[in-house]
C-alpha cells in the first residue's frame, strides 16, 4: 500500500500547500494554485539543513571554520584563527587553557567580522588576549602542558604574530 497521499489530492488542511483555498467565486479572476512536493523558502537561507519526505535522519553540522564575512584584509588572519580552533581539541591543552584560547580566537573573529568597519585598537587587543591565553602553554607554566602543546601553541603565537 502506498502510504503518500496523491500529489493531486487537495490537502487535509486547506491553508497548507494550496494558495487557493476557497473556490472561486462565479465571475471572479481564476486563483492561482501552487504545488509544492517540498519546502518553499521565499528568502535567504544560511547554513540550513534540511531532511524531506524521509522516516528517519540523522544531521549534524560542526562550524569550527572562520566566519562566512570578513572584513577587507584581515582574510588571511581568518584563516590563522579558524586553523587553530580546527587544532585546538587536539592540542593537549588543558581544560581551563583550552577554554580560554577558544573564546579569546572567537573574540578576534567577532571584531574581525563585523560589518562596521574594524577597529584596529579592537583587533589588536583581542589578538594580545589571545596570545596571552597561549603563552603559559607556550612557556611551561602552565599546568600539565605537554612538549606537544607548548610546540603547538608557541607556533600559533608565531603565526598570530605574523611571524
Known sequence: MN?????NAAPENPAVGNAAAEHDAPGSPAAQVNHYNGPVFHGTVSQGQFAWDNGTA?????NNGT??????????LAE???ELLRQ???????EAEQRDTQEAAEEVLAVISQEEPVEEGRVR????????ALAPVATGVAAGATVGAQEW???AITGLSGG
Open 80 to 82: 590563522r584563527i579558524g
Open 153 to 155: 601553541a608557541l607556533a
Open 58 to 62: 540523522t544531521q549534524n553540522q560542526q
Open 67 to 76: 566566519p562566512g564575512t570578513v572584513a577587507p584584509g584581515y582574510e588571511a
Open 3 to 7: 502510504e503518500r497521499p496523491d500529489e
Open 88 to 94: 585546538l581539541p587536539g592540542a593537549g591543552l588543558g
Open 125 to 132: 587587543r583581542a589578538l594580545t588576549t589571545l596570545r596571552g
